[in-house]
């Protein structure tokens, strides 16, 4: 069975960083495409960042490029999502799941919760 778990969310300051973690089973993340997206309130889902097989190709969103990165551990199985430079607007519920940038998105965790306030 698919599983993803995400972990690693809270509350920081504007200009903190947070690092995410998407723990997964079931299937070899690391041969998978693989996307962080996410909710603000009252919002829909928006694309963050994807990572592509087998070279492990990055993409992110304009609004995180340059302070958000995107890295796999293949030995542990998992995903991060390292953010740095938070700013309020980054605050939503941060999913990871499987599938690119185009949206077709499929099994994804129950998400983090990311706030970034003062």
């Known amino acids: 069975e698919v599983q993803l778990v995400e972990s690693g969310g809270g509350l920081v300051r504007p200009g903190g960083s947070l690092t995410l973690s998407c723990a997964a089973s079931?299937?070899?993340?690391?041969?998978?495409?693989m996307t962080w997206i996410r909710q603000a309130p009252g919002k829909e889902l928006e694309w963050v960042s994807s990572?592509?097989?087998?070279?492990?190709?990055?993409y992110y969103d304009d609004s995180v490029k340059g302070r958000f990165t995107l890295s796999v551990d293949k030995d542990k199985n998992t995903m991060y999502l390292q953010m740095n430079n938070l700013r309020s607007e980054d605050t939503g519920v941060y999913y990871c799941?499987?599938?690119?940038?185009?949206?077709?998105?499929?099994?994804r965790g129950q998400g983090t919760q990311v706030t970034v306030s003062s």
């Open positions: 079931g299937f070899t993340l690391s041969t998978a495409t």
């Open positions: 990572v592509y097989p087998p070279i492990r190709e990055t």
């Open positions: 799941t499987m599938g690119g940038s185009d949206g077709a998105w499929g099994t």
